[in-house]
């Protein structure tokens, strides 16, 4: 049991460019969301899902796109990255609110 | 405008003694509380909670306070140690089901041996 893993753990973009931030959970959690980290702001929703075929703009979300086809996988798209998208990344899964498990964080630094 | 507001960035206590960490908020549609728990290179924990329903909720050596009319949440570590070094985040939820929590912008605790 593997909990929620986030790939990559850290990359580096050039503004413009467009990537893709993973994120798996095998607990068979219905509700997923992506959260942004900045210094001084705490974690800030971009995206939710409360399961396969349903997505959700949390606080957030311009600049984002996501999609669940499967209830295992929530990834993150970038469509063109820009250096205000610098942040650490972090990806939850929960039942309930005291179990909301959060992967190990995508730092991404965008020049 | 930050709903949630934790005006401590950094808070360094003694072991064995009280770490008081606090959490204010200004939306009263609030009534559910959470406060995570942050290491360095990891996601948050999940700590303790407390709906708005209660005034106090106790786990171990962790309570959080609620007091509604200040909209104002604390944390109270007793006693501290060591290992509690970590950046603590409190959220808020309108209900326990809601699917949008807002964060604070977190404390950094340093518990000095």
């Known amino acids: 049991n593997a909990g929620v893993t986030q790939t990559p753990k850290f990359q580096v973009l050039k503004t413009g460019q467009s990537m893709t931030l993973q994120c798996a959970q095998d607990m068979n959690h219905e509700y997923m969301s992506w959260y942004r980290q900045d210094p001084g702001m705490g974690l800030r929703l971009i995206h939710y899902?409360?399961?396969?075929?349903?997505?959700d703009q949390g606080e957030v979300p311009n600049g984002y796109n996501v999609s669940r086809s499967t209830t295992e996988d929530f990834p993150l798209r970038l469509l063109s990255a820009a250096p205000s998208q610098t942040s650490v990344y972090f990806c939850a899964s929960r039942t309930g609110m005291e179990t909301q498990y959060f992967g190990p964080g995508t730092r991404l630094l965008v020049l | 405008d930050q709903q949630v507001k934790q005006n401590s960035p950094s808070l360094s206590v003694q072991e064995g003694r009280i770490s008081i960490l606090n959490c204010d908020y200004t939306?009263?549609?609030?009534?559910?509380f959470l406060w995570y728990k942050k290491y360095p290179a990891e996601g948050p924990t999940f700590l303790i909670s407390i709906s708005s329903i209660k005034d106090k909720n106790e786990d171990g050596r962790f309570t959080v306070f609620l007091n509604k009319s200040a909209k104002h949440l604390s944390l109270h570590i007793v006693p501290s140690q060591p290992g509690d070094s970590a950046v603590y985040f409190c959220?808020?939820?309108?209900?326990?089901?809601?699917?949008?929590?807002?964060f604070g912008s977190g404390t950094r605790l340093l518990v000095r041996p």
């Open positions: 939306n009263s549609m609030f009534d559910y």
């Open positions: 959220a808020a939820s309108r209900g326990d089901s809601s699917y949008k929590l807002i």
């Open positions: 899902s409360v399961g396969a075929g349903i997505t």
